[in-house]
Nanobody
């Protein structure tokens, strides 16, 4: 059974930094793409970043240059380093992974079959 558990959310002032992480169990972590999405109240869940099994990454334009996704295959962990945070980054952040290995990754929610429970990030102005 695949499980994803996020941690690291919290309250931070605008301009500050925060790091959220996701630990995965129940599969061979290194073979799968990992992604981060976020959802603000009243809005749809949106793509933030992915890192595929081969280390290739992509980030949304809204966070490019500020957020960095990384993975530690030895620890079954994917992380999202968030710098220069803005109030509009306030959202619940979710990690996700597809059901099949060796994918290249993508920004669509439909590509991901397993999701964590989310961790709240709040940026105050």
């Amino acid at each position: 059974q695949v499980q994803l558990v996020e941690s690291g959310g919290g309250l931070v002032q605008a301009g500050g930094s925060l790091r959220v992480s996701c630990v995965v169990s129940g599969r061979t972590f290194s073979l799968y793409t990992m992604a981060w999405f976020r959802q603000a109240p009243g809005k749809e869940r949106e793509f933030v970043a992915y890192i595929n099994w081969n280390g290739g990454t992509n980030t949304a334009d809204s966070v490019k240059g500020r957020f960095t996704i990384s993975r530690d295959n030895a620890k079954n962990t994917v992380s999202l380093q968030m710098n220069s945070l803005k109030p509009e980054d306030t959202a619940a952040y979710y990690c996700a992974t597809p059901g099949r290995p060796y994918g290249l990754g993508g920004p669509s929610r439909n590509e991901y079959d397993y999701w964590g429970q989310g961790t709240q990030v709040t940026v105050s102005s």
